[in-house]
C-alpha cells in the first residue's frame, strides 16, 4: 500500500509540481505575515490564522490528489464563514489538546503522543468534508478509521526519511573523491535543496493519500479495493496478504 500512495502522491506531484511549490510557498508566506502583524497584540489571533491557513493547504494538497484543480483561492477555504472558522479551529484545537495530555504521561508520553498524533491525522479532513460529524468526534472517527494503519503512516514518512538520509550518505562519501568528488558535491547540495523545497508537498500529498484511500476506497466487483500491487499492477483487496494475481507479498 505504501509504495503505490508513493506512486500516485509522485505522480500528481510531477503534473502540478511549480502549483502546489507556489501555493505551498504562499501559505507560509502568509502564515508568517499574520502571525508577525497579530503576534505581539494578539498571540491567540496570530495562531488562529496561522492554524486555519494550515488546514486550507493540507485540504489543498487532497484536491490535487483527487486531480481536481488547485488554486489560490482555496487556501482560503477554511475562511469561507465563521462556521467553518469556529468548526476549524476547534477541533484541531481540540486534538492538539489531546496530544499534549498524552505527551504529559511520565516518560513514555511523548511514544504516545507520537502515536495519537498519527491516530489523529485524519482529522482536519473530516472537519472540512464531512460537516455531520461533530467537533469533539472528529478525533474519535480518525480513531476508528486509522486502526491497522497507523504503523503504515509511520513507515511512509520513515522510509522517505531513509531514503533521503541514505541519498545524502551516498553522495557524502563519493563528494570526498579527489578531483571528481566535486560533482558530486553539487549533486548533494541539489538534493538538500530539492529535499527543502519538495518534502513539504509530497509528505502532505501521501497524508491526503492515506485519507482518501482509507474513507473512500475503490470497489471492483464487489471487493474493497485498497491499492494496486507494486509488482504486477492487479487491484488489492482489503486486508490481503498477497496478490490474487501474481502472489507478491503485499507488504513487500
Known amino acids: 500500500m505504501i509504495m503505490t500512495i508513493y506512486s500516485r ?20 508566506a502568509l502564515s508568517g505575515l499574520f502571525s508577525a502583524l497579530c503576534g505581539v497584540a494578539i498571540p491567540a489571533l496570530g495562531i488562529g490564522v496561522s492554524l486555519l491557513m494550515t488546514t486550507s493547504m493540507t485540504m489543498v494538497y487532497l484536491y490535487g ?12 477555504s477554511c475562511f469561507k464563514d465563521w462556521n467553518t472558522i469556529k468548526r476549524v479551529l476547534c477541533g484541531m484545537g481540540w486534538m492538539a489538546l489531546w496530544i499534549f495530555l498524552w505527551g504529559l504521561i511520565p516518560i513514555v508520553g511523548p511514544i504516545f503522543a507520537m502515536i495519537r ?21 472528529a478525533i474519535k472517527v480518525s480513531s476508528a478509521r486509522t486502526k491497522g494503519y497507523k504503523g503504515k503512516m509511520f513507515l511512509a514518512d520513515f522510509l522517505y526519511g531513509v531514503f533521503f538520509g541514505l541519498t545524502c550518505f551516498v553522495l557524502g562519501l563519493f563528494a570526498a573523491i579527489p578531483y571528481i568528488g566535486v560533482l558530486f558535491g553539487i549533486a548533494l547540495f541539489v538534493a538538500y535543496i530539492a529535499y527543502i523545497a519538495l518534502s ?51 507488504e513487500e
Not at 481536481?68 to 482560503?76: G, P, R
Open 9 to 28: 502522491a509522485l505522480k500528481v506531484l510531477l503534473k502540478k509540481p511549480l502549483k502546489l511549490w507556489g501555493l505551498s510557498l504562499l501559505s507560509v
Open 65 to 76: 490528489y483527487r486531480g481536481e484543480e488547485v488554486k489560490a483561492v482555496q487556501l482560503f
Open 117 to 137: 498524533s498519527y491516530e489523529y491525522r485524519l482529522t482536519p479532513y473530516i472537519l472540512v468534508t464531512e460537516p455531520e460529524v461533530s467537533v469533539t468526534d
Open 200 to 250: 513539504p508537498l509530497f509528505l502532505g500529498l501521501v497524508q491526503a493519500a492515506f485519507y482518501e484511500e482509507i474513507t473512500n476506497p475503490t470497489i471492483v466487483n464487489n471487493v474493497v479495493v485498497v491499492g494496486s500491487c507494486a509488482n504486477c499492477g492487479a487491484p488489492l483487496a482489503a486486508g490481503a496478504k498477497f496478490c490474487a494475481s501474481c502472489g507478491k507479498s503485499v
